[in-house]
T-cell receptor, first 117, second 111 residues
Framework: DTAVSQTPKYLVTQMGNDKSIKCEQNLGHDTMYWYKQDSKKFLKIMFS???????INETVPNRFSPKSPDKAHLNLHINSLELGDSAVYFCASSQVSSRDRYGNTIYFGEGSWLTVV | GEDVEQSLFLSVREGDSSVINCTYT??????LYWYKQEPGAGLQLLTY?????DMKQDQRLTVLLNKKDKHLSLRIADTQTGDSAIYFCAEAPSGGFKTIFGAGTRLFVKA
């Protein structure tokens, strides 16, 4: 009964390939996120979807394309992978509609370790 | 702009108290959070405090909030080796969708 699950956990791929990371949450949350954590452990938001609508789109190369088929899923597709894309990608979710009352507590998945060689 | 700052490293002896400090900039933040990340794992919510509170205690954890100075601290009493992890401070500005995370404090606990 994992709350936020993402697959694969580990991914090693060659430069130039296209890959996807899938994410699902069973918390009934209305908002999902993708975060990137670099080798120094700095955490940076990439995208956020609220009820399947893109609401946060930080400065991310357009090789990265999120897709939210429904509220419970947010997938990340990466085209033409580069060495600098190597990082840990975290999917997360929260219930933003009640944030003023309960805060925007974010629940994270276990991460997907992407290594580009 | 929005920014959360915290020192990068803290080393303590087992059994001592650890205090991890954080400063934030957005005075509209209604909730402030501490997350813990163990090696090879995702971030887990440790505790949070509502902005109208000064202190919150939860077993070995004490959160202190100085809203005037925009300063948040996390005290871990009787620190154990299992507390070794990265601790992230985060703020959630009201009315927004973004939660802003600090760079994380790496806590090393020496036996």
């Amino acid at each position: 009964d994992t709350a936020v699950s993402q697959t694969p956990k580990y991914l090693v791929t060659q430069m130039g390939n296209d890959k996807s990371i899938k994410c699902e949450q069973n918390l009934g949350h209305d908002t999902m996120y993708w975060y990137k954590q670099d080798s120094k452990k700095f955490l940076k938001i990439m995208f956020s979807y609220n009820n399947k609508e893109l609401i946060i789109n930080e400065t991310v190369p357009n090789r990265f394309s999120p897709k939210s088929p429904d509220k419970a899923h947010l997938n990340l597709h990466i085209n033409s992978l580069e060495l600098g894309d190597s990082a840990v990608y975290f999917c997360a979710s929260s219930q933003v509609s009640s944030r003023d009352r309960y805060g925007n507590t974010i629940y994270f998945g276990e991460g997907s370790w992407l290594t580009v060689v | 702009g929005e920014d959360v700052e915290q020192s990068l490293f803290l080393s303590v002896r087992e059994g001592d108290s650890s205090v991890i400090n954080c400063t934030y900039t957005d005075s509209s933040s209604t909730y402030l959070y501490w997350y813990k990340q163990e090696p090879g794992a995702g971030l887990q919510l440790l505790t949070y405090i509502f902005s109208n509170m000064d202190m919150k205690q939860d077993q070995r954890l004490t959160v202190l909030l100085n809203k005037k100075d925009k300063h948040l601290s996390l005290r871990i009493a009787d620190t154990q080796t299992g507390d070794s992890a990265i601790y992230f401070c985060a703020e959630a500005p009201s009315g927004g969708f973004k939660t802003i995370f600090g760079a994380g404090t790496r806590l090393f606990v020496k036996a």
